[in-house]
């Protein structure tokens, strides 16, 4: 299928990626622009957010590279206000930003449980009060936030800020999908399972032997078996923001595999 963002104006917070290869926010940002949306790619880091762009403008789409801190709402707002004035206005927001901490409460230092609420939950929060005002104003809008698996049941891995914050996604999800469902704007959120992307090599590794043994365990660990790529979350996100998605909204939609029907422990 093709086309079935055409006319839509999409912001990616989250379009690069932490490695080589393809990150879940950089295939989103891509399978946007191929579904005929004009893109704004937004990372903390502008090269990450760049080459995101020159991917898309090189298969001859519209991209716009923006640089952002998704912890400070100044940085946010500046950052929609100039995507909105180059565009005109903002269709979909898709919020991809996120890090593990790994340790249980008592490993975790308070400023790494800070750090992950502020960025795994503040940046939902600051990307929704600096678009949902231009989506009210257009008359509508679609929300895709990215989740996790691990916002609804043990995945293996002790990092407990991530599973609350992930949680407190689904929910934000729910939240703003029932305030706005009369005006126009939908949201739902996807919760990727165990997906190989660069940023496992980064931040899970260190829980295995060798990236190796990582990449075995974790595909054993799925019922399909084997782990998912960025592409499986970007096609399930291009539908969510479609029109074809028109009458779904407030679902938090497992990308897994079957993992979240698994009977039993996952590790």
Not at 105 to 111: G, M
Request: glycine letters at 10%; proline letters at 4%.
């Amino acid at each position: 299928m093709a086309d079935r963002l055409k006319g839509k104006i999409a912001i990616v917070f989250g379009a690069g990626s932490s490695g080589p290869g393809w990150g879940n926010g950089k295939a989103a940002a891509v399978a946007y622009a191929r579904e005929g949306a004009a893109v704004v790619c937004v990372d903390l880091y502008l090269a990450a957010a760049e080459e995101t762009a020159g991917i898309i403008t090189g298969e001859g789409n519209t991209a716009l590279a923006l640089a952002a801190d998704v912890t400070k709402l100044d940085s946010t707002e500046a950052c929609v206000a100039a995507a909105a004035k180059h565009f005109g206005r903002i269709d979909v927001l898709h919020n991809n930003v996120g890090v593990t901490h790994m340790g249980g409460p008592v490993e975790l230092s308070e400023t790494q449980f800070e750090a992950a609420l502020q960025l795994n939950l503040g940046s939902v929060y600051r990307c929704a009060k600096a678009v949902i005002p231009r989506m009210l104003a257009a008359g509508g809008g679609a929300i895709v936030n990215i989740s996790s698996l691990a916002a609804i049941r043990w995945v293996g891995y002790p990092y407990f800020a991530y599973y609350a914050t992930k949680a407190a996604v689904n929910q934000a999800t729910v939240a703003l999908a029932m305030q706005y469902a009369k005006q126009g704007i939908r949201a739902n959120c996807i919760m990727p399972g165990l997906i190989d992307t660069p940023l496992i090599y980064k931040q899970i590794s260190s829980q295995y032997a060798t990236p190796e043994e990582m990449v075995a365990a974790r595909n054993a660990l799925v019922p399909m078996g084997q782990m998912g790529t960025a592409w499986d979350v970007a096609n399930a996100a291009i539908f969510l923001a479609s029109d074809e998605a028109k009458f779904i909204t407030g679902v938090c939609l497992p990308v897994d595999g079957g993992q979240s029907c698994a009977a039993g422990p996952l590790a």
